[in-house]
Nanobody
Framework: QVQLVESGGGLVQAGGSLRLSCAASGLTFSIYAMGWFRQAPGKEREFVANINWSGTSTYYADSVKGRLTISRDNTKNTVYLQMNSLKPDDTAVYYC????????????????WGQGTQVTVSS
């Protein structure tokens, strides 16, 4: 069965960095586009970033552009989210998701989801 397992979340001060990882199993990882989404308390889930199957194309939400970087290693079945210059507004549960072949910024179009990892940024 398909599993996506996020790790790397935690508590960090504003301006700090974290690196999230999402390890995938039970699927042919190299043919899946991957996305990162987040949900803050009391808010709807929002798109953060996505990456195509080969890692050659990425797309970011305006709110994170220039601070967060998505990447993948198909030899390790893992997608990453490097988070720099973190702000308190980045506080949320971060989820990775997988979609066959093509990227999307709509969470409804992703087939598999991880359980999420908490990121808390203190001011």
């Amino acid at each position: 069965q398909v599993q996506l397992v996020e790790s790397g979340g935690g508590l960090v001060q504003a301006g700090g960095s974290l690196r999230l990882s999402c390890a995938a199993s039970g699927l042919t990882f190299s043919i899946y586009a991957m996305g990162w989404f987040r949900q803050a308390p009391g808010k709807e889930r929002e798109f953060v970033a996505n990456i195509n199957w080969s890692g050659t194309s990425t797309y970011y939400a305006d709110s994170v552009k220039g601070r967060l970087t998505i990447s993948r290693d198909n030899t390790k079945n893992t997608v990453y989210l490097q988070m720099n210059s973190l702000k308190p507004d980045d506080t949320a549960v971060y989820y990775c998701a997988a979609r066959p072949r093509y990227t999307s910024y709509s969470g409804d179009e992703y087939k598999y989801w991880g359980q999420g990892t908490q990121v808390t940024v203190s001011s």
